[in-house]
């Protein structure tokens, strides 16, 4: 099959979904962008909503379709499935979303669909796994948004703390897009320069329980946002657009994606959300990039909880 590198889709047009057509209409990225939903109503809305916003946007095709209409898409984003409710954790998500997963792969697989499959819903790693064994797809065509979004929360409340722009702070969140995940601190730096460094030229102070605080604060992002407006959806669509962008303009940029490593940290069997290069063809090379001691421990932890989580699968 053809691919139509200007051309993506969303299945799902939920807030998260919506969110995401939202963004790309405003990148400018595609030239024709299909949506679906179990609810075509729903999807034929967000498209009439959407190209309302035409005159004052990119020139693009916005329309409402099928799976027969999205064979030669690029990007095949899916954000079908059940929300996160106050409470609930990511992984309590796994069997409501598994079973809408396997019937979306079924439909996309049953076609000749050349593009890379982009996995938002949750919990995205293991969803990621599932939708990489069931479509038989390359491991280079199925990634999942992984850790982007809290990585960018961690920049931009270490920003916040340090007095400089986020865009300036180079920092990793990786493992579970979930509780387990972990901040790789021996790594992070501002432009080059490490956290100590920066602050003790800045005059600030960084100590662990002030790196700890903001850790937690990320990983406790999503439970706050949902308990005070239900669902979370700019970020996660902001993350995916910064995606979206290197694979379309083939940028090779390094993004804590979940992929399928394969050996990589000594793992496989599973999905994980790790720094790698992504561009055109979808994922390119995980890096390995280096870690304390105690990173590895919390690694280890994380990689255990995803384990459990995709044998209860029995895939």
Not at 114 to 130: A, E, R
Not at 139 to 149: A, D, H, K, P, Y
Not at 287 to 300: F, T, V
Request: net charge negative.
């Amino acid at each position: 099959m053809n691919v139509n590198h200007r051309k993506a889709a969303i299945i799902g047009c939920g807030a998260v979904g919506a969110s995401i057509a939202f963004r790309f209409l405003q990148q400018g990225l595609f030239s024709s962008l299909v949506l679906l939903d179990v609810n075509r109503d729903k999807a034929e809305g967000e498209a009439m909503d959407l190209r309302d916003g035409l005159p004052y946007g990119a020139s693009m095709e916005i329309t409402a379709g099928t799976y027969d209409d999205i064979t030669d898409c690029a990007l095949i984003v899916i954000t079908a499935g059940a929300n996160q409710k106050p409470g609930e954790s990511r992984l309590d998500l796994i069997g409501r979303n598994a079973e809408i997963i396997q019937g979306v792969i079924g439909e996309i697989t049953a076609r000749d669909c050349g593009g890379i499959l982009l996995i938002v819903s949750n919990p995205v790693d293991v969803l990621t796994y599932t939708a990489w064994k069931l479509s038989g797809y390359p491991r280079e065509r199925v990634l999942g948004s992984g850790t982007v979004l809290d990585t960018g929360r961690l920049k931009q409340l270490l920003g916040a703390e340090l007095g400089v722009d986020s865009r300036n702070i180079h920092a990793f969140i990786i493992g579970e897009h979930g509780d387990s995940e972990l901040a790789v601190w021996s790594e992070a730096n501002v432009s080059g320069l490490a956290l100590e460094d920066f602050c003790r030229i800045r005059g600030r102070e960084l100590d662990r329980e002030n790196m700890d605080m903001l850790y937690q604060e990320v990983r406790n992002s999503a439970y706050e946002i949902i308990r005070r407006k239900g669902v979370t959806c700019y970020g996660i669509a902001m993350a995916v657009g910064r995606i979206a962008q290197c694979i379309v303009k083939n940028e090779h940029a390094v993004l804590p994606v979940s992929v399928v490593p394969n050996g990589q940290y000594g793992l496989s069997g599973l999905a994980l959300s790790i720094p790698s290069v992504v561009g055109q063809n979808g994922l390119e090379d995980i890096l390995e990039i280096p870690l304390s001691s105690s990173e590895k421990q919390e690694l280890d932890r994380s990689v255990r909880q995803m384990e459990e989580a995709i044998t209860s699968l029995n895939l």
